[in-house]
């Protein structure tokens, strides 16, 4: 019998406020109906001078711990494009954070918003060498774009949790998937900058490019048929961009790409991204919880899975949910998650980010704001601080 390796567990983290867009619209001067509509966005995740990709990642893995505890976890694969630190993982501060073993081998990987589908892929491999063993992939993000541009209506937070494992008991990672790499300056951050630069138009057409040929590969190498897939995640820089792609992938599949039929394949992918933002490499993650916790019983069928990161590389692959992963959901918790946001006005938000540090300001103690389980308390000496308050 064939090894089933999949997704165990998956669980969300986000941050401390929540900004709502119909407050930023009149700062750039256009009508709310931009980013509800045209964007595809509500509000967006800010987070509070306590939270990190640490924190977030931390707080969504702390969730799978809780439920399965740590026997087994051999790796933490953390991936970001936001990261904290040019050479130390991310991954080692969570290992301490969340008390696991020494023995863990911990380690960040780095592709633009793809990042999370390497790590779950590079994840299956380790599980595929061990089949006892698992993997504990995080993938963390906070994008933050220059103030006043156009792409702070796409800015957002949030983490995404994965215990991968044998026989899991979310959804098996199928086998085949199709990929395409190429070199393009559409979004990229030198170390030395805080914000990316990015050429927001040309990204979306190279997205879409993307999407074409990563769907060439998967059906070269003998993927599902079109028509086998019972729902579509796409990564979400902002909602409306899965309407785009999947535009594109019904028409080089030879389907009308109706507003009815758009609706039916993509609605319940974007309830959390439209409240949370980009989550850079979470949001396509994000965007699974979502079509669990909302879609219809997909036991036994493909959910097909876009990955997109800038630069760029995609990849088309697909999960199948296994017999009782509805008990492994956490939709209430998930929805309360969201509402839970303390609402911040746009003063409020602009000035956390005049005050966000450069990495170059000295010590500092950061006011406790988060209610979360973990916080970044302060930096001394460059050295981040972490506390995990006991619950
Ligand atoms: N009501 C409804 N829709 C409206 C509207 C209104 N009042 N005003 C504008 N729109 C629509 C536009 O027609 C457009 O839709 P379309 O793309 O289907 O044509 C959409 O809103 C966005 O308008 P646009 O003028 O293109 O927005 P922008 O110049 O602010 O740029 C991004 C949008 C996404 C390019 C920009 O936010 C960005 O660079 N973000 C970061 C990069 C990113 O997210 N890239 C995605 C791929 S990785």
Redesign the pocket.
């Known amino acids: 019998m064939t090894l089933q390796i999949g997704i165990h567990d998956i669980a969300i983290a986000t941050g401390h406020y929540a900004l709502d867009l119909a407050l930023l619209a009149p700062v750039?001067g256009?009508?709310?109906?931009?980013?509800?509509?045209?964007?595809g966005q509500e509000v967006q995740t800010v987070v509070a001078p306590d939270e990190d990709i640490v924190t977030l990642g931390a707080a969504a893995a702390q969730q799978i711990l809780a439920r399965h505890g740590s026997e087994g976890i051999h790796t933490i694969l953390f991936a970001t494009e936001s990261g904290i630190d040019a050479s130390k993982a991310a991954a080692v501060y969570v290992q301490d954070l969340l008390g696991l073993p020494s023995t863990v081998r911990a380690v960040e990987l780095k592709q633009?918003?793809y990042g999370g589908t390497a790590a779950l892929q590079l994840a299956a491999a380790l599980v595929a060498r061990d089949p006892g063993g698992r993997v504990l992939v995080i993938a963390s993000d906070i994008?933050a774009?220059d103030l006043d541009?156009?792409?702070?209506?796409?800015q957002g937070a949030a983490a995404v949790a994965m215990l991968v494992s044998a026989e899991p008991a979310v959804a098996v990672l199928d086998p085949v998937s199709g990929v395409f790499t190429s070199n393009v300056m559409?979004?990229w951050r030198p170390t030395y900058r805080s914000t990316?630069r990015?050429?927001?138009?040309l990204?979306?057409s190279?997205?879409l490019d993307a999407v074409e040929h990563a769907w060439k590969d998967y059906e070269a190498k003998g993927g599902h048929s079109f028509t086998e897939f019972a729902a579509f995640c796409y990564?979400q820089?902002?909602t409306?961009?899965a309407y785009?792609a999947h535009t594109r992938l019904l028409e080089i599949n030879g389907c009308a790409a109706t507003p009815p039929r758009l609706e039916a394949d993509l609605a319940t992918t974007t309830h959390y991204n439209r409240r949370i933002g980009?989550s850079y490499t979470a949001s396509l993650y994000v965007g699974l919880v979502s079509s669990l916790d909302h879609g219809e019983d997909l036991t036994g069928r493909p959910v097909a899975m876009l990955s997109?990161?800038?630069g760029c590389v995609a990849e088309f692959f697909s999960v199948t949910p296994v017999a009782g992963y509805r008990d492994q959901l956490r939709a209430d918790a998930n929805r309360s998650l969201l509402a839970a946001r303390e609402p911040i006005t746009y003063d409020g938000y602009r000035q956390l980010r005049m005050r966000a540090r450069n990495g170059s300001d000295g010590d500092v103690a950061f006011d406790t704001v988060t209610t979360g389980r973990f916080r970044l308390s302060g930096v001394s000496d460059d050295k981040r601080i972490y506390l995990s308050l006991a619950r």
């Open positions: 750039h256009v009508d709310f109906d931009k980013f509800r509509v045209g964007l633009a918003c994008a774009y541009s156009s792409g702070e209506s796409t559409d979004f990316p990015v050429d927001g138009k990204s979306i190279v997205y990564h820089p902002f409306r961009m785009k980009n997109y990161g800038s």
